[in-house]
């Protein structure tokens, strides 16, 4: 059975107690250090243990593997809410729970018993490495090479833009294990890679935004593992096995973008009617008015369509599409509200004192994560025709 799939709900009064511990915490312990540790391109530690704290490494993890199991629906207003605030802290836990989804939906048992409740705990952190300096959306052009010596692996190669990389001690690492398979996807797998000898950080990257949180280049020379790392134990199976959690993955991205196109629009809610010009609040130009009513419907737009991805999730139903279309449009959103946010603010929106320009920064990432926005929609157009052809 489909462990994470399995239908999830929570009590309304649970979700509730959660929430507003996650908004107490972000009010008294991240809001005040934001800015800070954003602007130095700091890694925030004390917040990530105040995050293990809060079970948020373990969050769509299995009660029964020491997670706290919460449905789609829960983790996505988790992930708004700290979106809305800083959304590069997201992705400590986001990235890491692509590494625990893909062992849990496809480990063997003895796998998940070995790594899920530490992944959960948060002893071990860590991330999803798929992407390699030559591969991103097209995956299956990946090179690292992953070659069978008795009871062990042996794998070369480099993999580029890895949340976490630096910080983190543990990743999913897609491979070939038959790199001249035809068709390319049969010959590729996925390995758990803990930190270890022949496992080394090339560089740290420097971003746009996205601060704070480490991306990095992961380079593997003769890494040794034995063949208890492969996922699921059979070869062949990778490429299904690290996209089998885009569902959950583009959930989880939507979510990033509710959260700045909320956090953007409250920001600059706040400015236009502090603002006066020519004798009122900027708010009641009808300019700026005009912008307000767009970046609201907006962002309400797109957190209906991710609370309905999710629910659907959350009821074992497949849903590709819908969480296409909610990565799809609240990335988007989370773009124009950071600009249109930005432009309400006036010069102080290109000032570094005020917090739009971080929002502004780290919008575009969502349109390139889980899928870039490009194939997002080839993705949604290729799915309708689907089931407009079965209807
Ligand atoms: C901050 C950050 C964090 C990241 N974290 C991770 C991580 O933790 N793990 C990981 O594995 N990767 C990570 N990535 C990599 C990310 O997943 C890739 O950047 C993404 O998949 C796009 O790949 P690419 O950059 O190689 O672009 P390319 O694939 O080279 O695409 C370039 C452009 O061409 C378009 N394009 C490509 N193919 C087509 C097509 N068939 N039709 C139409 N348009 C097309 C794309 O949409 C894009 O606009 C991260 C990236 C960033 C920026």
């Not at 800070?36 to 917040?47: C, L, V, Y």
């Not at 590494?99 to 071990?124: D, H, M, V, Y």
């Not at 969502?366 to 870039?372: D, H, K, N, S, V």
Request: aromatic residues 8%; charged residues 25%; hydrophobic residues 40%.
């Amino acid at each position: 059975m489909n462990v994470v799939r399995t239908r999830r709900t929570l009590e309304e009064g649970q979700q509730a107690q959660l929430l507003a511990a996650i908004d107490r915490w972000l009010e008294r312990e991240v809001k005040p250090v934001v800015k800070e540790h954003d602007h130095a391109d700091r890694w925030p530690g004390k917040i990530v243990a105040q995050m293990q704290e809060l079970g948020l490494f373990g969050a769509t993890i299995s009660a029964e593997y020491g997670g706290l199991g919460l449905p789609a629906t829960t983790y996505a207003e988790i992930v708004m809410r700290i979106s809305a605030v800083w959304m590069a802290i997201t992705g400590i836990f986001n990235s890491h729970l692509m590494l625990a989804l893909a062992i849990e939906k496809f480990g063997t048992e003895p796998q998940k018993r070995r790594w899920l409740p530490k992944l959960a705990s948060g002893e071990i952190r860590g991330g999803l490495a798929l992407t390699e300096p030559d591969a991103g959306t097209d995956l299956q052009a990946i090179r690292m090479t992953a070659r069978r010596e008795g009871g062990h692996y042996v794998i070369n190669g480099t993999k580029t833009w890895i949340s976490n990389g630096i910080e983190g001690s543990c990743f999913a690492l897609l491979v070939k294990t038959d790199p001249k398979a035809e068709p390319r996807h049969k010959g590729m797998s996925l390995f758990i890679a803990p930190k270890q000898a022949g496992f080394r950080v090339g560089r740290k990257l420097e971003k746009l935004g996205y601060k704070a949180i480490d991306s990095a280049e992961l380079i593997f020379e003769d890494y040794r593992i034995s063949a208890d790392h492969l996922i699921g134990e059979v070869e062949g199976q990778g490429f299904y096995q690290a996209t089998g959690g885009l569902e959950l993955g583009r959930i989880n991205v939507a979510a990033r973008g509710v959260g700045i196109a909320e956090g953007a629009l409250r920001l600059a809610t706040e400015y236009a009617q502090l603002r006066r010009t020519f004798g009122k609040p900027i708010a009641e130009h009808q300019a700026i008015a005009l912008k307000l009513g767009e970046m609201v419907t907006r962002a309400r737009a797109a957190r209906l369509l991710t609370l309905d991805a999710a629910a659907a999730f959350d009821r074992a139903e497949r849903c590709d599409m819908e969480a296409g279309m909610a990565k799809y449009f609240a990335s988007e959103a989370a773009l124009e509200n950071s600009t249109e946010s930005l432009r309400i603010h006036g010069a102080y929106g290109y000032s570094k004192e005020y917090d739009i320009e971080r929002l502004y920064r780290d919008a575009p990432l969502t349109c390139i994560g889980e899928g870039t926005n490009e194939i997002q929609r080839l993705i949604i157009a290729k799915q309708w025709l689907k089931r407009s052809t079965m209807a």
